[in-house]
């Protein structure tokens, strides 16, 4: 089992930058897909990023594509996504989520998800 905690959310303003952390524990993620999503009030959970195990296999979605970046450190069990050039339409709750294959990323079906942190973005 992998247990996944977000944090990092808060309330930032229009063109503000924000990370976000994702910390596993259970098990290691060295070899896992990591994801991210997001969920905005009344809409449906979306996909945002994904990355590969390896790192080096990134998507992104074409909403934040140039504006967020994932990055990951091993060693710390951490998946960071960087999210910069804030907008309005980016406020939702992000959720992070862990498969063993990328595929399970893209397709919305981890194996693993986290609870999710609240992204306010103020104009």
């Known amino acids: 089992q992998v247990q996944l905690e977000e944090s990092g959310g808060g309330l930032v303003q229009v063109g503000d930058s924000l990370r976000l952390s994702c910390a596993a524990s259970?098990?290691?993620?060295?070899?896992?897909?990591m994801g991210w999503f997001r969920q905005a009030p009344g809409n449906e959970r979306e996909f945002v990023a994904a990355?590969?195990?390896?790192?080096?296999?990134?998507t992104y979605a074409g909403s934040v594509r140039g504006r967020f970046t994932s990055s990951r450190d091993n060693a710390k069990n951490t998946v960071y996504p960087q999210m910069n050039s804030l907008k309005p339409d980016d406020t939702a709750v992000y959720y992070c989520?862990?498969?063993?294959?990328?595929?399970?990323?893209?397709?919305?079906?981890?194996?693993?998800w986290g609870q999710g942190t609240q992204v306010t973005v103020s104009s």
């Open positions: 989520a862990a498969a063993y294959a990328y595929r399970g990323i893209l397709d919305a079906a981890p194996d693993y």
């Open positions: 259970g098990r290691t993620i060295s070899t896992y897909a």
């Open positions: 990355a590969g195990g390896s790192g080096g296999v990134t």
